[in-house]
C-alpha cells in the first residue's frame, strides 16, 4: 500500500495550488479518500473528504468555497485543488484513504503560502 502527495510549494496569499495524491498497491476505488493537514504545533485536522465514487464531498468550514476535493478513479488519485490560498493555510497536507475502520496515511507534502 503505497500513498504519495505531491504539488505541494511555496505560493503568495491568493494563489493556487492542486495536490494529488497518488494510490498504489491497493483497490483505491473502495476507499474513501480524506485530505488532512497540520501546522507546527498545531493538530492534524480534517481538511476535506469525499466518498468513494466523488459524488459526495464535505470540507471544514476554513475551506469550504476555496478548497475542492476530487477523484480519478481510473488513475487512482486524488486531488485537492486549493484556490484562494492564506498564510493560516500553511501547513503540512496529507492524504488519507479509509474502508471499514483501516486507513492508510501519505507521507505529506509541504505548503507554505508567504510573500
Known amino acids: 500500500v503505497q500513498l504519495v502527495e505531491s504539488g505541494g510549494g511555496l505560493v503568495q496569499p491568493g494563489g493556487s495550488l492542486r495536490l494529488s495524491c497518488a494510490a498504489s498497491g491497493f483497490s483505491f476505488s473502495a476507499y474513501e479518500m480524506s485530505w488532512y493537514r497540520q501546522a507546527p504545533g498545531k493538530e492534524r485536522e480534517l481538511v476535506a473528504g469525499?466518498?468513494?465514487?466523488?459524488?459526495?464531498?464535505n470540507y471544514a468550514g476554513s475551506v469550504k468555497g476555496r478548497f475542492t476535493i476530487s477523484r480519478d478513479n481510473a488513475k487512482n488519485t486524488g486531488y485537492l485543488q486549493m484556490n484562494s490560498l492564506k498564510a493560516e493555510d500553511t501547513a503540512m497536507y496529507y492524504c488519507?484513504?479509509?474502508?471499514?475502520?483501516?486507513?492508510?496515511w501519505g507521507q505529506g507534502t509541504q505548503v507554505t503560502v508567504s510573500t
Open positions: 469525499t466518498t468513494t465514487t466523488g459524488g459526495s464531498t
Open positions: 488519507k484513504v479509509f474502508r471499514r475502520g483501516i486507513g492508510y
